[in-house]
């Protein structure tokens, strides 16, 4: 049986789990929308193809993507030379603004002073250093592009904390932090894959958020532990970003369930999806940050420490 488009939209925004927009979505126009996560306002984004027989959905904060048609069917129909020819000029469209992005976060991250921020404070690390700028902005190019990156970034002012995430030597993203702790990561950026390193040892621990991954540095220090920490963004990136490393482990975030991830909560999710040893904190809604500002470091480390058997 046939679905019209909306059903088949609303199938496939659940399946990544973002919020369908809740107004008509023009053809061949990307639409921002919310995510089902925390911080996810903006972070989904919805596209109907030409045809008007599907389209496709992406959530920037987990990386899932899905192609959606009204008949699977049509999958398999013939290509419009007119609409295969607009589909390529999108993507090399975008392949142009992918660069720009990587030239933008090189200049941010270079500009950046290296100090104490109010994020990292509230954390439980009010003496370390990281990555401030003031204004991000200023790095970005002129005209439209660079008007929707300025629209991507993150209510509230500066200084921001600025995470590169690197792919390799190659900076792919940049997470912007408020004082109040609000963040994004750029918009148009790569963060498959990518992730930023706070420690290298000889083990590997892969977390999502920089304050969690401070605090599993700090508690892994505490029992004595030689360890590589790396900060990966989202739940799902930690799992592809742990699954390419051999020997790693996740500290996941304890997530609220979602149906659409079988009734697991994100970082349960991908880090067994992962393949590789996990751990998250026992109270649901908590990361292991949440576990340090609450009980101490002590506390997370004795969790570790189980974990790691």
Not at 31 to 45: I, Q, S, W, Y
Not at 235 to 248: F, L, M, P, R, T
Not at 254 to 272: C, I, M, N, S, T
Not at 278 to 300: I, S
Request: with cysteine; aromatic share 6%.
């Amino acid at each position: 049986m046939t679905r019209t488009l909306a059903e088949a939209l609303h199938d496939a925004c659940a399946v990544v789990g973002i919020q369908p927009p809740n107004h008509h979505v023009k053809p061949g126009q990307w639409v921002r929308t919310n995510t089902l996560g925390k911080n996810g306002k903006g972070d989904g984004a919805v596209l109907i193809f030409d045809d008007e027989r599907g389209g496709m959905v992406w959530n920037h904060q987990t990386a899932r993507n899905q192609r959606f048609r009204i008949d699977g069917a049509n999958d398999n129909a013939p290509v419009d030379p007119r609409m295969e020819a607009k589909r390529k000029a999108r993507e090399a469209e975008r392949e142009k603004e992918r660069r720009q992005v990587e030239r933008v976060c090189a200049d941010i991250v270079r500009a950046c002073r290296s100090e104490v921020h109010p994020y990292l404070e509230k954390k439980g690390f009010p003496d370390e250093l990281g990555l401030v700028c003031d204004d991000p902005r200023e790095h970005f190019p002129r005209g439209r592009f660079g008007d929707l990156l300025a629209k991507a970034m993150p209510e509230g002012e500066g200084p921001f904390l600025i995470v590169p995430g690197r792919v390799g030597k190659t900076i792919t993203t940049i997470q912007f932090i408020t004082p109040d702790g609000a963040k994004k990561n750029i918009l148009r950026g790569v963060m498959s894959g990518a992730s930023h390193r706070i420690a290298t040892g000889r083990d590997t621990w892969v977390c999502e958020g920089i304050g969690t991954a401070m605090t599993v540095r700090a508690a892994l220090r505490l029992l004595g532990a030689s360890v590589t920490v790396l900060s990966a963004f989202s739940a799902s990136n930690v799992g592809q970003v742990a699954e390419a490393i051999a020997g790693s482990r996740i500290a996941a975030d304890h997530d609220k369930p979602v149906e659409a991830l079988e009734g697991l909560g994100a970082g349960e999710f991908y880090a067994r999806r992962s393949g590789r040893k996990w751990t998250m904190p026992k109270v649901a809604g908590e990361d292991f940050n949440d576990l340090h500002q609450r009980e101490g470091l002590r506390a997370v480390a004795l969790h570790l420490r189980e974990a790691m058997g």
